[in-house]
């Protein structure tokens, strides 16, 4: 198919056009795309019924920042639906003050008892709830994928994960276990950012 002089000059222009260099460049600031580089506060939450850990850390040098950490504890004489609307509440309240990007929620894991699968679903449930409100980035990492990334080792203790933590945070003593737990989730996460691989998490 030919091109006449005429209709050749006119290509040349609208290439050569700044309105449209600067159309094309648009998209991606547009589209919402965030680049890992600015998710630089994490929260890392291990749910349970009774006892939900929660963590935030802002990346920083020469090491993260701990901005919040806490555990929300629900008595036995609660019932589970009264769990759950302080779960949800609670993580609405630090994520509001933190400005969280990203979170990371300990993964799905086999257990033996039906009934104690069935009522963790629920609390980390009602956590992707107050997170997924928020419009947080949400990733999913194993707890031993967690403890590898913390310990080195995947069957690590609660104590060992606890007193890693500490030091990787240069806390002045070892944060409770359930809290220890959710900071190290935003710290494994953080691990996979700064290495531009994020295989150990899963988003969801």
Request: with cysteine.
């Amino acid at each position: 198919m030919g091109v006449t002089p005429q209709q050749f000059e006119q290509m040349k222009n609208r290439l050569k056009s700044p309105s449209r260099s600067v159309k094309a460049s648009t998209p991606i600031i547009e589209s919402g795309f965030k680049p890992a580089r600015l998710h630089e506060i994490i929260i890392g939450i291990d749910p349970s019924l009774r006892g939900t850990g929660y963590g935030v850390i802002r990346l920083a040098k020469p090491f993260p920042e701990t901005l919040a950490q806490g555990t929300i504890s629900c008595p036995q004489s609660w019932e589970h639906s009264r769990c759950l609307v302080k779960i949800a509440h609670t993580l609405r309240d630090v994520l509001k003050q933190h400005q969280a990007t990203v979170c990371a929620i300990e993964g799905l894991f086999f257990a033996q008892n039906l009934q104690t699968a069935l009522t963790m679903g629920e609390a980390r449930g009602a956590a992707l709830v107050a997170v997924g409100e928020a419009g947080l980035d949400i990733f999913e990492i194993s707890p031993r994928k967690v403890k590898q990334a913390i310990v080195g080792y995947g069957a690590a203790q609660k104590l060992a994960v606890a007193k890693m933590v500490q030091r990787m945070l240069h806390l002045s003593e070892p944060p409770a276990p359930d809290a220890a737990d959710a900071l190290a989730l935003a710290l494994a996460h953080a691990q996979g950012i700064s290495r531009f691989n994020l295989s150990a998490s899963k988003r969801i």
